[in-house]
């Protein structure tokens, strides 16, 4: 795939952001097919079903961070740490993370924490990266500690990185499992992320 392709409907043309799609090696029993293309008859196996979602940064809705918390550094371990305590399936190193920020589409201030300042607790995290070659921001990992949902904070955390990415990407897309407790879909509709693409990962494990 050329980055033209990619760039004239991300979201149809791969499942992932376009500098994975040009690195990543499939393993050879999982085949990822957009919705479309998925024979629902086919006989049965693991199916993860996967939402792509694209925001043009032209409006991008006030959000608003809660007087008791605040967006503060932290280091790679305060984020490993609060990405695996927010999710039962998805697991992620401190090494990953570290090699996060070798990845030519890292930007420093694209990572994102949020601090309740009652418990010096990180409580919301993001990660965002930028491919400058074609003008893609790419919404990495979102996170909110189960007890501090419906706050607010989700949507402060995306539309903080969106302002950061605007004016520096042309465009910005997110990916999600569209099973989600955290409702992660509707999050980022109400963020203005628009045009969803189904994506299925078929597992023939």
Known sequence: MNANDY???PCKASSLPYWKTE??????????????????E??????DQYFKMIHNLKMIPDAFL?????????????????INNCYEQEHVSVDELMMYKTHTVHQDDLWIAIMELRTKNI????????????GEGILEWIQVSQEYRRLGLG????????????????????SGRLANKSNSFELYKSCGFCNP???HVVSSL
């Open 7 to 9: 760039i004239t409907d």
């Open 23 to 40: 690195n990543i090696v499939m393993p050879e029993h999982i085949i990822v097919l957009r919705d479309d293309d998925y024979n629902k």
């Open 42 to 47: 086919q006989p049965a196996r693991n199916d």
């Open 66 to 82: 809660p007087d008791d918390f605040e967006v503060v550094q932290a280091d790679v371990k305060f984020f490993a740490d609060h």
């Open 123 to 134: 409580v919301a995290s993001g990660i965002a990266e930028l491919d400058s070659r074609i």
């Open 155 to 174: 949507k402060y955390v995306v539309c903080e990185l969106l302002r950061r990415l605007q004016g520096r990407a042309d465009f910005v897309t997110v």
């Open 197 to 199: 693409v189904i994506w």
